[in-house]
Nanobody
Framework: QVQLVESGGGLVQAGGSLRLSCTAS????????MGWFRQAPGKERQFVAA????????YYADSVKGRFTISRDNAKNTVYLQMNGLKHEDTAVYYC????????????????WGQGTQVTVSS
């Protein structure tokens, strides 16, 4: 069982930056690929970014490529999402999730989910 807790959300002006963190419980964090997803009001949840178990491989949605960076620190059981150049359309609840197989990182389904953290970008 893996429990995930996100933090770092908040209100930011367009063009600003935020760094989200997601800390996992348990000793098996490094055996999971990690992903970030987001869900805006009235819209379906969408994939944002994923990082492989060792951190050597990453994948991004086209909408965030070049602006967002996913990384992880396995010693701290934490995955990060650095968000730069934020746009109003980035406003959403952001979720981190864990999946046992990297091959599923972009298509799912993921095994564990956090509760989410709100990101609001004012225009």
């Amino acid at each position: 069982q893996v429990q995930l807790v996100e933090s770092g959300g908040g209100l930011v002006q367009a063009g600003g930056s935020l760094r989200l963190s997601c800390t996992a419980s348990g000793r098996t964090f490094s055996s999971y690929a990690m992903g970030w997803f987001r869900q805006a009001p009235g819209k379906e949840r969408q994939f944002v970014a994923a990082v492989s178990q060792g951190g050597g491989s990453t994948y991004y949605a086209d909408s965030v490529k070049g602006r967002f960076t996913i990384s992880r620190d396995n010693a701290k059981n934490t995955v990060y999402l650095q968000m730069n150049g934020l746009k109003h359309e980035d406003t959403a609840v952001y979720y981190c999730a864990a999946v046992a197989r990297w091959l599923k990182a972009t298509i799912g389904p993921y095994d564990y989910w956090g509760q989410g953290t709100q990101v609001t970008v004012s225009s």
